[in-house]
C-alpha cells in the first residue's frame, strides 16, 4: 500500500514537474519543465530556461515586453518592476507579494534567478497585466491572450468534450459555496468563497464546451442563502447538484477530500450516494488526495433540499499550509474541475 502511493505520488510529480529538480528555496521547490508558452499565437522559446513552482509556470522576465510592458531590474535590491501605461508591479526575488498598484497580492510562485535569467509567474503577471490565460494540462501549453481571445482549437480537450453526447440538453446546476459577508473557510488570508468559484468557473466552462446547460447559483462574490440555491436547482429542474467547498480543520495536519451527500433510502438509478461514491473516486485518483471517503449528512442544507442527485464536495483542507498552497493555484483548480467533469458524464451515463 505505502509503495503503491509512493509510485503514484512520483508519477503525479514527473507528470507536473518533469523529472529534474534544480533548486530548493524555501518549503517549495522549482523544477524544470517543458511546457510550451504562446503569446497571441506567437510561441515562446523554452529554451530550458521555464521552471515551475507549486504548479506555477515561471518565465523569463523580458517575455513582458511581448505583453506590451517595460520592466526594469534593480541587482542591488532584487527589485523587478514590470509597467504598461495603466499597471505598476513591483516584486522580488524569492518573496510571493507583489505590490499591484496600491494593492498587496500574494503570487501563487516567488520570482527567482536561474542560470542568470530572472524568472517570474506568467500566469500571475499576466492576469495582473490585463490579458486572459489558458492552460491544457494534455498538451501542457500555455495560452496568454492580450485581446481576451483563446483560440478555439487550444484546449484538445474541448474537442473531446464535445463528443460527449450524454452532456447534450442535461441541466447542471453549480454551487460555488459561501460568498459575500460569508467567507466560508479562511487561512493564510485566502477565503474559501474565492476558491469554490474559482473551480466553479473553470468546471463551467468545461461543461457548456461539452454542450451542457449550467447554471452556477452564484457568479460573484455575492451571499446567496442555503434554500435558495435549492430553489434555484429545483426550479430549473436540474439533472445534477454538485456544490463545491474548501475544508478547515483545528488539526493543521488533515489533508485530502471528501464528499458530502443527503441519505435517501430512494433507490434510483442515481442518486447523491452513488453520485458522491464516483466524485469521491475521480477527486481521489485526479488529484492524488487523501481520501476520506463519502461521507452522509442528514442536515446538510442543499444537499438534502435539492430533489435531484446532489453531492458536496470538498477538494482539500485550507488549514494544511502545504495543501493549501496547491489549493491556490490554477493548475490544481483546474485539475479538480477536470474530475467533477469527469464525474459528472460518468453519474449522466
Ligand atoms: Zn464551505
Redesign the pocket.
Known amino acids: 500500500m505505502v509503495l503503491k502511493k509512493l509510485f503514484t505520488s512520483f508519477v503525479f510529480l514527473i507528470l507536473f514537474f518533469g523529472v529534474l529538480k534544480v533548486s530548493a528555496q524555501d518549503k517549495s521547490e522549482y523544477y524544470s519543465c517543458n511546457t510550451s508558452l504562446w503569446i497571441d499565437n506567437q510561441q515562446i522559446e523554452n529554451d530550458s530556461t521555464f521552471l515551475t513552482q507549486n504548479y506555477s509556470l515561471l518565465v523569463p522576465l523580458h517575455t513582458v515586453k511581448i505583453l506590451g510592458a517595460t520592466y526594469e531590474w534593480d541587482p542591488e535590491i532584487w527589485r523587478i518592476r514590470i509597467r504598461t501605461e495603466s499597471r505598476n508591479l513591483t516584486m522580488y526575488i524569492a518573496n510571493n507579494n507583489c505590490a499591484n498598484q496600491t494593492k498587496i497580492e500574494k503570487m501563487p510562485a516567488k520570482p527567482t534567478i536561474h542560470n542568470g535569467t530572472i524568472l517570474i509567474p506568467i500566469r500571475y503577471v499576466a492576469e495582473a497585466l490585463g490579458a486572459k490565460v489558458a492552460w491544457n494540462g494534455k498538451t501542457d501549453s500555455v495560452f496568454v491572450s492580450t485581446t481576451g481571445d483563446i483560440p478555439e482549437d487550444f484546449y484538445g480537450s474541448t474537442k473531446e468534450a464535445e463528443t460527449v453526447e450524454v452532456l447534450r440538453n442535461r441541466i447542471i446546476v453549480l454551487d460555488p459555496?459561501?460568498g459575500g459577508s460569508d467567507p466560508?473557510?479562511v487561512a493564510w488570508n485566502v477565503k474559501?468563497k474565492d476558491l469554490?468559484l474559482q473551480v466553479a468557473k473553470i468546471l463551467k466552462e468545461m461543461l457548456q464546451n461539452g454542450g451542457a446547460t449550467v447554471y452556477m447559483t452564484r457568479t460573484e462574490d455575492r451571499y446567496i442563502g442555503l434554500y435558495t440555491r435549492a430553489d434555484i436547482a429545483n426550479n430549473l429542474n436540474a439533472d445534477l447538484f454538485v456544490s463545491i467547498?474548501?475544508?478547515?480543520s483545528s488539526n493543521s495536519g488533515a489533508r485530502g477530500v471528501m464528499t458530502l451527500y443527503y441519505p435517501s433510502s430512494k433507490n434510483t438509478k442515481m442518486n447523491g450516494q452513488k453520485f458522491a461514491k464516483i466524485v469521491q473516486k475521480n477527486l481521489v485518483n485526479d488529484l492524488n488526495a487523501r481520501d476520506w471517503g463519502i461521507i452522509p449528512r442528514p442536515n446538510l442544507v442543499v444537499t438534502r433540499e435539492t430533489r435531484m442527485p446532489a453531492v458536496l464536495a470538498?477538494l482539500g483542507f485550507m488549514t494544511n499550509k502545504s495543501e493549501l498552497e496547491r489549493l491556490v493555484t490554477y493548475e490544481f483548480q483546474y485539475q479538480a474541475a477536470k474530475s467533477l467533469f469527469k464525474s459528472i458524464t460518468e453519474a449522466l451515463r
Not at 245 to 248: C, E, G, K, P
Request: net charge negative; charged share 20%.
Open positions: 459555496g459561501h466560508g473557510a474559501e469554490n467547498h474548501h475544508n478547515a470538498e
